[in-house]
């Protein structure tokens, strides 16, 4: 009984151990918690919305912009990874279930470097992204009350 208490109290501090490990590593998640465990949540926004936003926002508003147009990147990426990997696959095995992985893996590699490809056209590495995009649910959220 008395090892069962220690091993217990052994996982339970390893388990807060790893629990705080990677609560540091995403701590930046905390800056959405508000928008995203909310009692009633945020309604929808429109494309015309965020360009009101990048219009009023000086600071912020040209980050958002360029954090949107990132996406295009991204896209663009895992359109070609995926047809690409999945028409390759399908060329050499002709097997459905491995062309529809060969799809799925392509576009989820394609957005990463469709993503990367983006960060240093559009030199996102010196941009705050984060706070960018924290400042116009800030925006929208105080909107919506005011509404």
């Not at 629990?19 to 998640?29: A, P, Q, T």
């Not at 009633?40 to 000086?58: H, M, Q």
């Not at 912020?60 to 991204?74: Q, S």
């Not at 590495?125 to 924290?134: G, M, N």
Request: hydrophobic content about 35%; overall charge negative.
């Amino acid at each position: 009984m008395a090892d069962d208490s220690s091993s217990q109290s052994f996982l339970r501090r390893h388990w807060e151990e790893y629990k705080e490990f990677w609560g540091e590593r995403f701590s930046f998640l905390d800056n959405f918690s508000r928008f995203v465990n909310r009692d009633e949540p945020l309604p929808s926004w429109t494309s015309s919305d965020v360009e009101e936003f990048i219009a009023s926002d000086p600071v912020n508003g040209p980050t958002l912009k360029t954090a949107r147009e990132a996406v295009n990147y991204g896209l663009t990426g895992s359109v070609i990874g995926a047809v690409s990997t999945a028409g390759v696959a399908w060329k050499y095995s002709r097997s459905l279930h491995g062309a529809g992985l060969s799809f799925v893996a392509g576009g989820i590699f394609g957005w990463t470097f469709g993503q990367e490809i983006a960060g240093h056209a559009l030199q996102l590495y010196r941009l705050d992204t984060l706070t960018a995009q924290t400042k116009f649910l800030e925006w929208w959220e105080n909107k919506c009350e005011r509404s």
